[in-house]
T-cell receptor, first 113, second 110 residues
C-alpha cells in the first residue's frame, strides 16, 4: 500500500533562518507531488506541484522554493524565513492520470519567531 | 481561472438535524467537484466526488451546473461528523490541479 511521510511535524525557527521540509512517498512510482499551505480562514493554498523529477511549478510568488531530487521525494525550502511563512504545510501525492484524489501527509507546523 | 467559494466558515447543528454545507464554483470548462474532510487529529482525506454519485457516511452532493453549486448534504447529522470540510474543483484531464475552497467547520452538538 502507498504511504506518505513528511517531517518534521513541528518546527520553530527564527526569522532569517533557512527551512527544509521533506516529504517522501512509498508504494507508488511517478506520482504527482504537491505542497499546500493550510491557514485558518484562508483554506488550502497550492504552493508548488511536480509531475516528475526536476519539474516544479510554482503557483504563487513567495519566499519559498521546492525541489524534487528523486521520484518520490519532494522538498520545501527557504533560504531566509519571514514571519509570514508561519503556517501549516501539507504535502500530498496523486496518481499521474489524476482523478482528483489527493493523499495528504500529516502536515508540518512551522512557527517563525 | 477556477475558483471555489464556501460562503460560511462555521455551521453548528444539533445531532439529528439536517446539514447542508454550501459550495459554489466558477469555471468555464467541464469541472470535477470533490468534498474533502479533516477530522480532529486526522489527515485531510477525500470524502466524495461528484462523478461517483455515491453516498459516503450518509453524505451526498449533487452537481448543479445551472447554479454552479455542489452542496454537501446529510439528512441527520451525527456527532462524529464534526470536522473541517473543504470543497474542491479540478478540470477533467491528466495532471490537473485541485483548487480548494476556504473550508467550513461543522460542529454537531449532542
Amino acid at each position: 500500500s502507498q504511504t506518505i511521510h513528511q517531517w518534521p511535524a513541528t518546527l520553530v525557527q527564527p526569522v532569517g533562518s533557512p527551512l527544509s521540509l521533506e516529504c517522501t512517498v512509498e508504494g507508488t512510482s511517478n506520482p504527482n507531488l504537491y505542497w499546500y499551505r493550510q491557514a485558518a480562514g484562508r483554506g488550502l493554498q497550492l504552493l508548488f506541484y511536480s509531475v516528475g523529477i526536476g519539474q516544479i511549478s510554482s503557483e504563487v510568488p513567495q519566499n519559498l522554493s521546492a525541489s524534487r531530487p528523486q521520484d518520490r521525494q519532494f522538498i520545501l525550502s527557504s533560504k531566509k524565513l519571514l514571519l509570514s511563512d508561519s503556517g501549516f504545510y501539507l504535502c500530498a501525492w496523486s496518481v499521474q492520470d489524476y482523478l482528483g484524489e489527493l493523499f495528504f501527509g500529516e502536515g508540518s507546523r512551522l512557527t517563525v519567531l | 481561472a477556477q475558483r471555489v467559494t464556501q460562503p460560511e466558515k462555521l455551521l453548528s447543528v444539533f445531532k439529528g438535524a439536517p446539514v447542508e454545507l454550501k459550495c459554489n464554483y466558477s469555471y468555464s470548462g467541464s469541472p470535477e467537484l470533490f468534498w474533502y474532510v479533516q477530522y480532529s487529529r486526522q489527515r485531510l482525506q477525500l470524502l466524495l466526488r461528484h462523478i461517483s454519485r455515491e453516498s459516503i457516511k450518509g453524505f451526498t452532493a449533487d452537481l448543479n451546473k445551472g447554479e454552479t453549486s455542489f452542496h454537501l448534504k446529510k439528512p441527520f447529522a451525527q456527532e462524529e461528523d464534526s470536522a473541517m470540510y473543504y470543497c474542491a474543483l479540478t478540470r477533467t484531464g491528466a495532471n490537473s490541479k485541485l483548487t480548494f475552497g476556504k473550508g467550513i467547520t461543522l460542529s454537531v452538538r449532542p
